[in-house]
């Protein structure tokens, strides 16, 4: 370990350091000093967030097992900006009466999550990726369970658990076959990538892979612990969950698609093609006939994680750039609806959506702001949701996928009833008793702030794209 | 059929595979794992069948590495972290349980359907 080393995995380490710091500050520190908690963890971890937008080299550490390069170092940026939006909107959440003995907590299995997640996207060997996996879901199962008296939260942990390691057995099984077929130069990618061909045990091998991974991300039919857990979990972990969990669970899945599997580029091809139907039409048809507003974002999310895996598809650089930055948009766009979601929720307890009935009477700007997050998510034009749109459905037909094209353009088209739907239940309907006014704390505004500004200006200005598109790489 | 011969036949396949009856062993388990998962109502029950899904891989990863790639140690290495993982996976599992045991006095799956469609 040189300081090349440690240079490559800054990140990594300053997560390290952080978690230490935070466990060590929550154990010693004294009651005048912990109730800054908050401000000390955010302002920490805007450290390690900038540090993160610093220039890299590209290197590999520990003998190929760690891969830095510079489109790794962008997505890790991204999954920073967002756990810092979502330590943001959860201060309120944390500092009621129930929670406030424990907040640290929630603070400390983020950020492990968060180094998990890390682990996993800069991976190149199995064995990392598989820990970094289990580093990103064992921590969050805790978080979904968090609230220890809602009978609701332990149900959501109980069903996430189960689930999670279910599919990680399944994805191992899938690698020990894998290992059995190609496994002579260890299970490094690099080594593995010209050694896959479609033989019946690798084939199956990428399917169970492929399955475990999916689960993960809530692809459709693997999707059907999602909405529970979501609706379970507390509303600022399911933000977490919907975005930060999925963006870097899909770069992981896509990483080793292109890099490993990339010999059998037809197999899979058709895999992700028939999952990426299934998953925008189930999740959209679903998402319709939601009360709840934390099931509706879930099944809107699944719809939403079919069109970012439509920009893996193609298997080339455009449509790893065009992934990169839906993530982005997504990130911005979800986390805002959350943050409102969780204000109105922390203000009044109400989460469904006839509750939201005459909002802009009583909160004209919240109303506003939703609305704007609302249509980027549906993708309507001035907002960033459109551009992230246009570009995943330009790297799916530039390689001629035009029948997905055209599936995805009309789920497009219902997308936008069922987010018009709580537009009308904001601005139109009707309603005697709406939620009264909310006066929103100063971090859930700056918050809010950042992902307006994000949903606003990512599309239209030029410079967020071309950064992400000069380091992305294809298949071919 | 003779039944010498059928122990014969099956003598001969298995000094032919050497790895066979490892392989046997673990695909039962594996799929006796992924049974139990989906039929068992305890939530215990559901933690004890992923444990057989995840020793199910160890066996594999330690005989492909045992027979296929005697001269490297990268399949031990991965069932030694699986193991450790899945400790991990089993407290964490075993936590959120007890959770389910306060709120309801009972582990079965019939506690944890409150939210459906």
Redesign the interface.
């Known amino acids: 370990m040189n300081i090349e080393t440690i240079l490559l995995m800054r990140t990594e380490f300053l997560l390290i350091f952080l978690l230490v710091a935070l466990i060590v500050l929550d154990l010693f520190a004294s009651n005048n000093l912990k109730k800054y908690f908050d401000s000390i963890a955010c302002f920490l971890f805007l450290a390690t967030t900038l540090v993160g937008f610093l220039p890299l080299n590209e290197g590999e550490a520990f003998g190929g097992m760690f891969v830095a390069d510079r489109m790794n170092a962008v997505v890790k940026s991204i999954l920073n900006v967002g756990v810092l939006l979502v330590f943001l909107q959860s201060k309120t959440w944390l500092n009621n009466a129930y929670t406030n003995h424990k907040k640290s907590e929630v603070y400390i299995l983020i950020i492990s999550t968060l180094l998990g997640m890390d682990l996993m996207i800069s991976s190149g060997h ?2 990392l990726f ?2 970094g996996l ?1 580093l990103a879901s ?1 921590p969050l ?2 978080l979904i ?1 968090y609230n ?2 809602s ?2 939260s ?6 996430f ?2 689930m ?3 599919s ?3 994805l ?2 899938g ?3 894998f ?2 077929a190609v ?2 130069a ?2 490094y990618f690099d080594a593995l990538s010209g050694l896959v061909k479609p033989t019946s045990i690798q084939l199956l091998a990428m399917v169970f892979f492929i399955a475990g991974m999916a689960f993960k991300i809530s692809l459709v039919p693997f999707h059907l612990w999602t ?2 857990v979501y ?2 979990a507390p509303t600022n972990i399911t933000a977490f969950l919907s975005v930060v969990s999925k963006g870097a669970a899909v770069y992981a899945l896509m990483i080793v698609l292109y890099k490993v599997f990339n010999n059998i580029f037809d197999s899979w091809e058709f895999v992700v093609y028939g999952l990426i139907v299934v998953t925008i039409t189930v999740g959209n048809l679903f998402a319709m006939r939601q009360q709840n507003m934390k099931r509706f974002l879930a099944f809107s999310s699944i719809s939403q994680a079919g069109y970012i895996m439509l920009g893996l598809l193609p298997g080339t650089a455009l449509g790893m750039s065009s992934v990169v930055f839906y993530l982005l948009v997504y990130l911005v766009s979800n986390l805002g609806i959350f943050a409102v979601v969780s204000i109105l929720e922390n203000h009044s307890k109400k989460e469904s959506i006839t509750d939201y009935n005459g909002l802009y009477q009583t909160n004209p700007k919240l109303s506003v702001i939703m609305m704007l997050f609302l249509f980027s998510l549906a993708g309507i034009p001035p907002f960033a949701g459109f551009f992230s749109k246009f570009f995943v459905f330009m790297a799916a037909a530039e390689m001629k996928y035009y029948a997905l094209v055209f599936i995805a353009l009309i789920n497009t088209v219902i997308s936008l009833y069922y987010y018009l739907i709580v537009v009308k239940a904001m601005f139109i309907t009707k309603n005697e008793t709406p939620i009264t006014t909310v006066k929103t704390d100063t971090s859930s505004k700056l918050g809010l702030f950042i992902c307006v500004i994000g949903t606003l200006f990512l599309g239209i200005l030029s410079y967020f794209y071309e950064t992400i598109n000069q380091f992305s790489v294809g298949l071919f | 059929m003779d039944i010498s011969l059928v122990i014969g036949l099956v003598v001969d396949y298995f000094s032919k595979n050497p790895m066979a009856p490892y392989l046997i062993v673990s695909t039962i388990m ?1 799929f006796a ?1 992924v049974y139990g ?1 989906i039929t068992r109502h305890n ?1 215990l029950a ?2 004890m069948s ?1 444990e057989l ?2 020793n ?2 160890n066996i ?2 330690v005989v ?2 045992r027979f ?2 005697p001269g ?1 140690m ?2 031990m ?2 069932s030694i ?2 193991i450790g ?1 899945a400790a ?2 089993t407290a ?2 075993i ?3 007890i ?2 045991f306060r ?2 006095k009972k582990i079965e799956t019939s ?7």
């Open positions: 199995f064995l598989y820990i289990e064992l199962a805790a369970a220890k008296y009978k609701e332990v149900e959501a942990g109980a069903k658990i189960l999670a390691a279910f990680s057995g399944i191992l099984y690698l020990s076959m290992y059995g496994g002579e260890g299970l909405a529970d609706q379970g | 594996f794992g998962f939530l559901m933690l992923l899904i995840l199910a891989v594999n990863f492909f590495n296929l790639y490297q990268e399949g290495f991965f972290f699986a993982v991990a996976e964490v599992g936590a959120i349980i959770n389910v709120s309801g506690e944890v359907n409150t939210m459906k469609y």
